[in-house]
């Protein structure tokens, strides 16, 4: 039989693993990366789209064809989707009872036609380390997610040619990864901050076997929530500068996204980061420093 690869399908990355000597192995890609940004591009010709870190450069020159935080519609439909989460920089279609489509140029794509595009690439850099076909996984999704979000994973699964032996809930995933099924009986909590998520499960573990006892948690609250009130400050500092307003500018969003993204990051280890964009309009650059109290 051939190997069972484990995919954590991430809403800003995604990660794809293998069990060796009883742990668990994260595979790298061709350039050394464990992680793979959830990220497709598609370009102006009909060849197949980039995906993850390639895809990940290509936001900010082709805003418009490049999907970012597709997880966010998986299984959903337009009704179910506030105005907040239309802020991406793609066109987005569906209301009411209608399935939420992705509209490149004269084609449509479900969100799990794009998720189908990430696992293809996990899938390729799986058998490239393994040196062999790879047609099954399990597949990883937060504890909230209802029967048509784990139903859409499950169906971007099979599309990229995976049978997929199970879905399993992210904190019971964790916990595994942690050996806590080995280690005790016990109730756990497990704290989730994800790109589009931040959850809490509670967890009943006895004898190697989970339950999942009770989650909840905040559907929009993670990096991307995080990302978007940056943006939102940085959009006013720069009109306030005399910069015009911006927010109608996808090309200088893209910019903005980018550099908000990298602050972020940087204060999680440093006091003050220095935001640098130049050219924003045609005689206008942005140069602010954010300060880690200021960000808090």
């Not at 990660?15 to 793979?36: F, K, M, N, P, Y």
């Not at 060849?47 to 990940?56: D, K, Q, R, T, Y």
């Not at 393994?130 to 994973?153: C, H, K, M, W």
């Not at 989970?210 to 993670?222: A, E, H, K």
């Amino acid at each position: 039989m051939s190997t069972i690869i484990g995919i954590d399908l991430g809403t800003t990355n995604s990660v794809v693993s293998i069990i060796e000597g009883g742990r668990a192995v994260v595979i790298t890609d061709a350039e050394g990366q464990r992680l793979t940004p959830s990220v497709v591009a598609f370009t102006n010709n009909d060849e197949p789209p980039i995906v993850g870190h390639s895809a990940n450069r290509q936001r900010i020159l082709n805003p418009r064809k490049t999907i970012y935080s597709v997880k966010r519609f998986m299984g959903r439909r337009g009704g179910e989707i506030k105005d907040e989460d239309m802020f991406v920089s793609y066109p987005v279609a569906g209301a009411g009872e209608e399935p939420l489509r992705i509209v490149i140029d004269d084609r449509q794509y479900l969100p799990e036609d794009i998720s189908a595009f990430v696992l293809k690439k996990l899938k390729a850099d799986a058998e490239r380390y393994l040196g062999e076909s790879v047609d099954r996984a399990v597949i990883t999704v937060p504890a909230y997610f209802n029967d048509a979000q784990r139903n859409a994973t499950k169906k971007a699964g099979e599309v990229a040619g995976l049978k997929v032996e199970r879905i399993i809930n992210e904190p019971t995933a964790a916990s595994l990864a942690y050996g806590l099924d080995k280690k005790l009986d016990a109730r756990i909590g497990v704290y989730d901050l994800g790109g589009g998520t931040f959850d809490i499960s509670i967890l009943d573990v006895k004898g190697g076997i989970f339950q999942v006892l009770s989650t909840c948690g905040n559907t929009r609250l993670g990096g991307d929530d995080i990302d978007r009130r940056l943006i939102d400050f940085l959009l006013k500092k720069i009109e306030e500068a005399g910069g015009g307003n911006l927010s109608g500018n996808l090309f200088a969003l893209s910019r903005i996204r980018e550099e908000a993204e990298k602050a972020k990051c940087s204060l999680s280890f440093q006091d003050e980061a220095e935001i640098s964009i130049p050219f924003l309009a045609p005689s206008f650059s942005l140069r602010y420093r954010l300060t880690r109290k200021e960000f808090e």
